[in-house]
């Protein structure tokens, strides 16, 4: 995720989304990091003639069609889903499942121009004005691996190869997009390219010595790529910051050398960490720097942080890298995604919505394995919110904790199951017209329904919430009423990701939107007061569904 294939996020969400971005990552509340890349010296592919530039993009959509058609022509929904819900791809949606059934020829047709766009699309046009370089030999090698990929789990790494075709972003360091090249260096020009945030954040120049520092007239360093209609700002590259010094995910912008990340407690830049860690182990700190990488087990983040031992088939789970068979449907499940070509379907609709791996800070809780006993106790004090309505808007909306039950997700005290309202009455999106209007990415054009909480100062408050027909969900924050706008907590003029967040969609379908929400005890040097806010569930494709959980927990300081 990306999937927004850039973002304005905030600090918190640029301190965990750079924290290995050179080349890309996808939106925020989906994942930090891409699938890996295949690596080629393991594969049998055979050898394959260079890809020229101008055929790049037809090459690919075929490669990727061809392995879909082979092995995934039931998963269609699930790969096309990310797709339907980039802003930039609006007018490709009705050609896409489950509006439109694609045979082998159809999905070639769609994707080559698709890949025009996203995420090959300014890779393209940066490549034809020399400010990168492409690789044909790299180009063919993935057409090749893609080619010989078994079904199964070949084939599923193969399609999901961030480094290759994939539409999620690499997640920077090693991991980069390998047919294409970035070598500009301190003083020079540079331009985003939307290939998640480390395209976009690092543009142009060689993620490993600069970053593109973008300008804005009266506003000292670097700022945001974009302004707020959508305008790209001039860049220039700057140096990145080495291991140990200062860096800043805040305005203005410093950044870390793409492997390295920005640790919150310090701001200085700091090694990334591969080090191998056994179950039991702690796997990420107080400021969430990952320790490690969890071998034969998962990092249970927001939970006892600590390496968690994979689960078996039927156990409870709130994501695929909990499951040993790495797919999770509420329970961990022997992973048949993309065994071989299936029976004709009806527009390549799966049985039954997928949840895709959830590795991400903001990815989807482990489910308890059984629900308790009887709903847990409910927040100590009632929020002071505005009677209960109908959810339609900010006005009326429903009383969180009145509405809440018990919920089954471990770590989680409270649910909401409702159904979405009868209008579109709010989108992220500046260009949308509609209240907050924040964010030059997010498009929730979807119905909405609205609950209203309040927060005292030090409160955290979180939030997961999840569509019942699979797909993907958005979940924000209003600070007004009537007005709409949103609490600008992280002072980026933007909601990011401690603001807003989307769920991630991949070939075994869609996570669970998270939120993990801090309310400050002080804003501009002011003491903060109980406030209310209003909590937006909201159909980020604008796909009808029948309606949604929505999981929470206040957590007093």
Known sequence: MHQPALSLLGRAGLVAALAL?????????????????????????????????????????????????????????????????????AAFADRLPPTATLDEAGCRAVLREIYDVAPFGDWVAAARRGEVAYLPAAAGACVAELGAAACGAPARAALYDSTCFAYAAPGGGAEQRRMFARSRTTGAACAP?????????????????????????????????????????????????????????????????????????????????????????????????LLGVCEVSWCDVLGSKRCEALRADGASCGGGDECASGLCQGTCRPNDVCVGAAPATDAGVPDAPLAVDAAAIDAPLAIDAGAPDAPPALDAGTPDAPPAGDGERCATALDLLAASTGTPVATYTHRVSASFGASDDYNPLTTSGLPPGCSVVYDARGK???????????DRLRLRAELTDGRQAGIYLLDTCPGGSWPDFDNTTACGSNEYNVGFCGITGCDAAALNILYPTSLGGAPTQPATFWVVVDQVGGDTAPGFNLDWQRIAP
């Open 448 to 458: 909405e329904r609205v609950f209203a909480i309040t927060l005292n100062p030090g």
């Open 193 to 289: 390219i939307r290939d998640g945030l480390g395209g976009v954040f690092y543009g142009s120049c060689d993620p490993t010595q600069a970053f593109c520092c973008y300008g804005v007239a009266g506003s000292p360093g670097c700022q945001f790529p974009f302004a707020a209609d959508g305008a790209v700002r001039p860049g220039t590259c700057q140096p990145v910051a080495a291991v140990g010094q200062a860096c800043s995910t805040g305005l203005p912008l410093q950044l870390c050398a793409t492997g390295a990340d920005c640790d919150s407690a310090t701001d200085q830049c700091r090694a990334g960490v591969d080090t191998p860690l056994a179950v039991g182990a702690t796997c990420v700190d107080a400021s969430f720097n």
């Open 21 to 89: 971005a050179g080349c890309g990552t996808s939106d925020p509340a989906a994942t930090i990091d891409a699938p890996g890349g295949v690596d080629a010296a393991t594969t049998d592919a055979p050898p394959a003639p260079p890809v020229e530039l101008d055929g790049f993009t037809a090459t690919a959509a075929d490669a990727v069609c061809a392995a879909l058609f082979r092995c995934c022509d039931d998963d269609l929904v699930a790969y096309f889903a990310p797709f339907r819900t980039d802003e930039r791809l």
